[in-house]
Nanobody
Framework: VQLVQSEAELRNPGTSVKISCKAF????????IEWVRQIPGQGLEWMGR????????DYVREFGDRVLFTRDTSTSTAYMELFNLRTDDTAVYYC???????WGQGTQVTVSS
């Protein structure tokens, strides 16, 4: 099992970023994908999860409507898009296969003007 994420991103405040997470080695639609981030100097922050089979998603309330989880079942790829970026969104973002301890390698997102 492997989850491969997209490369690091640098964004200006107010813009958006979309991170991909491509799954290998298991039935992609059989397991929820979770998204977690780690802000420098802080612990892990769970952002939510989505069901690749039907696209249903649960989002952490703190993100409001700034985050969107999508997926492409034809390529076994999950996506997390974060809108209206702020400097305090600078973090390493991870996807994970829920409940199985399989994590992507992380994607550094830096928000700076």
């Amino acid at each position: 099992v492997q989850l491969v994420q997209s490369e690091a991103e640098l964004r200006n405040p107010g813009t958006s970023v979309k991170i991909s997470c491509k799954a290998f080695g298991y039935n992609f639609i059989g397991y929820y994908i979770e998204w977690v981030r780690q802000i420098p100097g802080q612990g892990l922050e769970w952002m939510g999860r989505h069901d690749p089979e039907d696209g249903a998603a649960d989002y952490v309330r703190e993100f409001g409507d700034r985050v969107l989880f999508t997926r492409d079942t034809s390529t076994s790829t999950a996506y997390m898009e974060l809108f209206n970026l702020r400097t305090d969104d600078t973090a390493v973002y991870y996807c994970a296969r829920a409940g199985w301890g399989d994590w992507g390698q992380g994607t550094q997102v830096t928000v700076s003007s």
